[in-house]
C-alpha cells in the first residue's frame, strides 16, 4: 500500500520556521515528482513547490519563494520543505503529493496524497 506521511507541523510565532518531512513507503518514487499544497481553512488547496525525480528542477509559487526550501532524498525516499521568515498567512494543512508519471514534472496532476500536517503561524 502506498503512503506520503507528512510530519513537522506546529505552530510558531511570526518570523519563525518550520521544517516538514514527507516519508513515502509501498514504492520508490524515485522517479516521480513530488510537491507540496496547503489548504487554509475556507480556501481551496493551491501549490506550494514542487522538485522533479532529480531534484534538479525547483519550483515555487510567488508568495513563497525567497522563503521556502523544498528537496528529496531518492535513497531514503523522502522529501521535505524548509520553511522560513513564516507568516500568519502561511497558516494552513500542508500536504505532500507524488506523480504517478515518471520524470515528468507537473504543478497539477498528482496522484498519491499525504494526509495533512498542521502549520500555524500566530502573529
Known amino acids: 500500500q502506498v503512503q506520503l506521511v507528512e510530519s513537522g507541523g506546529g505552530l510558531v510565532l511570526a518570523g519563525g520556521s518550520l521544517r516538514l518531512s514527507c516519508a513515502a513507503s509501498g514504492r520508490s518514487f524515485s522517479t516521480n515528482a513530488m510537491a507540496w499544497f496547503r489548504q487554509a481553512p475556507g480556501k481551496e488547496r493551491e501549490f506550494v513547490a514542487g522538485?522533479?525525480?532529480?531534484?534538479?528542477?525547483?519550483d515555487y509559487a510567488d508568495s513563497v519563494k525567497g522563503r521556502f526550501t523544498i528537496s528529496r532524498d531518492n535513497a531514503r525516499n523522502t522529501m521535505s520543505l524548509q520553511m522560513n521568515s513564516l507568516k500568519p498567512e502561511d497558516t494552513a494543512v500542508y500536504y505532500c503529493?507524488?506523480?504517478?508519471?515518471?520524470?515528468?514534472?507537473?504543478?497539477?496532476?498528482?496522484?498519491?496524497w499525504g494526509q495533512g500536517t498542521q502549520v500555524t503561524v500566530s502573529s
Open positions: 503529493a507524488a506523480t504517478r508519471d515518471t520524470y515528468v514534472y507537473t504543478r497539477y496532476a498528482y496522484d498519491y
Open positions: 522538485i522533479n525525480w532529480s531534484g534538479g528542477r525547483l
